[in-house]
Nanobody
Framework: QVQLQESGPGLVKPSQTLSLTCTVS??????????WAWIRQPPGKGLEWMGT???????YYSPSLKSHTSISRDTSKNQFFLQLSSVTPEDTAVYYC????????????????WGQGTQVTVSS
C-alpha cells in the first residue's frame, strides 16, 4: 500500500519561501507512469492543484502558480518537494501531496494516494 506523508514548517512569514517534503513509502516515485502532485485547500475553499512531478522527472505547473512554484525530487530518498516563493497570507492552506497513475495531471480526483495534509499558515 502506497503511503504519503507531508512534512515542513507550519508557519511561514510573508515574502519568505514555503518548503514542504512528501515522503513516499510502499512504492517508488520512479514507477513508470506514476505522477506525484501538490494540492492545497485554503480555508473555506476547494482543492487547488498546484503542480506535479512525473516518474521521469518532468514537471507540470498550474498556470496561476507557475511563476513562484517549484517541484523537485530526491529519488534516493523517495521524496518529492514543494517550494513556493514570495508567499502571502493568501497562501495559507492545508497542503496535500498525492500520487498515482493519472490520465491528466491537473485532475485532482484521479490521484489514488494521498497524504493526510499539513496546515501551513502565512503570517508575520
Amino acid at each position: 500500500q502506497v503511503q504519503l506523508q507531508e512534512s515542513g514548517p507550519g508557519l511561514v512569514k510573508p515574502s519568505q519561501t514555503l518548503s514542504l517534503t512528501c515522503t513516499v513509502s510502499g512504492g517508488s516515485i520512479t514507477t513508470t507512469y506514476y505522477y506525484w502532485a501538490w494540492i492545497r485547500q485554503p480555508p473555506g475553499k476547494g482543492l487547488e492543484w498546484m503542480g506535479t512531478i512525473a516518474w521521469d522527472g518532468s514537471t507540470y505547473y498550474s498556470p496561476s502558480l507557475k511563476s513562484h512554484t517549484s517541484i523537485s525530487r530526491d529519488t534516493s530518498k523517495n521524496q518529492f518537494f514543494l517550494q513556493l516563493s514570495s508567499v502571502t497570507p493568501e497562501d495559507t492552506a492545508v497542503y496535500y501531496c498525492a500520487g498515482g497513475p493519472v490520465r491528466s495531471v491537473s485532475l485532482i480526483n484521479e490521484y489514488d494516494y494521498w497524504g493526510q495534509g499539513t496546515q501551513v499558515t502565512v503570517s508575520s
